[in-house]
């Protein structure tokens, strides 16, 4: 690589697209639990969350990488004993991660136990919380795996904490710290147990010291970005930059990171830093060798997103998640999902699933500003949302708004046809 080169923006957006498992059509056949494996593997985990409009947001980044899949292929990974290979920790967020980066999270479960936790401090601060943490670990060593819904709570008083009762507060503890894990999910409701019931074996728990567990994660998060600006590795793993900066330099300074230019949407040349593994891509991506060739709906929580404000340098597009606006604030929607075609973002739906009818209600669809809604738009997008819709047990398609109208239309006459 010439020192002097700047690379084109398809160059980039196509290293950042294959890097997150997002530029090559779905492979022919079944989906295997071992290819999705892989794709959180090549990722670095999964977010994992709570709202349901239609499948929860893990299982949506899944489908956005491998297509059609079974997604009880995915809990198996995480919750079946003797076929364990995720478990749930803080990694961006709350996450899927594979076992093999177990042993980097030892720092921080380290780092919950021994730091004043300003979230939990006041609870702390009370003279009956060790006494229930201690309470709530001798039930789980004495019964088993336990939800919080498992402890009695008798108070009605209102408060913080969400309402939280003591035993959940302490479960979240005594999680945060690496003395339980989750177990399974009962209707999504967390089962925790001791780690040493949970944790498979053949994990390795030799712990690394602070700095090397550091390089692991930002060398893993610069692979699993692609390319990006320098202080933005660090949000991948949801680090400060100015914790992760030094090492970063580190990083750069031993080759292990790689500086590069990159013209960007605003036809500046700009710093960019790329992982050695994915220099030779990159090269590949600008002599049109790694093409995007994916037409598929991203979660709001897609890891594509993690790094801040590279969806508006890349790509002119400024991803928003809305669910926790009132109504009347919301300019999209209440959870969009970006429509990826090619190496472009080029539109955003907000659906609701209506599992007894197995209708996909799309509530509003849009296209960005200038994106042309032709024939071969519409047919890839159709492609994808059928594949969305058998994802999801949904047999009819309902678009109630369309910007430009004219796509809604042709969208909903293709999937009728289909």
Not at 127 to 133: H, K, L, P, R, V
Not at 310 to 321: K, Y
Request: some cysteine; hydrophobic content about 40%; aromatic content about 10%.
């Amino acid at each position: 690589m010439n020192r002097t080169t700047v690379f084109p923006l398809r160059a980039v957006r196509a290293v950042a697209l294959h890097a997150q498992g997002l530029s090559a059509p779905d492979a022919p056949g079944e989906v295997t639990g071992d290819a999705i494996y892989e794709a959180i593997a090549r990722i670095g985990c999964v977010q994992i969350d709570t709202l349901q409009v239609v499948r929860r947001s893990q299982y949506v980044a899944l489908w956005s990488r491998v297509g059609n899949y079974d997604p009880a292929e995915l809990d198996r990974l995480a919750y079946e004993a003797g076929e364990r290979r995720l478990f749930e920790y803080w990694f961006h967020a709350a996450c899927l991660i594979p076992l093999t980066t177990y042993r980097y999270m030892i720092a921080r479960m380290h780092h919950h136990g021994n730091r004043e936790d300003a979230w939990h401090a006041q609870w702390l601060a009370q003279e009956d919380s060790a006494a229930i943490i201690q309470g709530v670990m001798d039930r789980v060593r004495q019964e088993g795996g336990l939800r919080a819904a498992d402890f009695e709570h008798k108070s009605k008083e209102g408060g913080s904490w969400w309402d939280w009762k003591p035993a959940k507060l302490a479960l979240e503890r005594l999680y945060n710290w690496g003395e339980l894990m989750i177990e399974d999910r009962a209707n999504f409701q967390r089962v925790y147990n001791l780690r040493e019931r949970v944790l498979p074996e053949w994990v390795d728990t030799s712990e690394p010291g602070p700095e090397e567990t550091m390089r692991h994660l930002l060398a893993l998060s610069a692979r699993a970005l692609g390319v990006c600006q320098a202080g933005q590795v660090a949000d991948y793993t949801h680090t400060k930059r100015t914790v992760a900066r030094p090492v970063t330099e580190a990083l750069l300074a031993e080759g292990v990171l790689v500086e590069v230019k990159a013209r960007l949407g605003d036809g500046e040349a700009h710093d960019l830093i790329v992982h050695k593994d994915n220099v030779r891509l990159l090269e590949q991506a600008a002599d049109g060798a790694l093409p995007a060739e994916r037409t598929t709906f991203l979660s709001p929580f897609d890891n594509l997103f993690w790094a801040q404000g590279r969806d508006a340098q890349f790509w002119g597009f400024r991803q928003v998640l809305e669910a926790y606006k009132p109504a009347k604030q919301r300019e999209w929607g209440y959870f969009c999902l970006p429509i990826l075609h090619g190496e472009r973002l080029v539109g955003r739906f907000d659906p609701k699933l209506e599992r007894k009818t197995g209708t996909l209600r799309l509530k509003a669809l849009y296209l960005e500003p200038g994106v042309d809604p032709d024939e071969e738009l519409v047919s890839a997008v159709a492609g994808a949302m059928g594949d969305f819709m058998a994802f999801h047990e949904a047999s009819t398609l309902a678009i109630e708004g369309s910007d430009p109208a004219g796509f809604g239309a042709k969208l909903e006459k293709r999937i009728g046809r289909g």
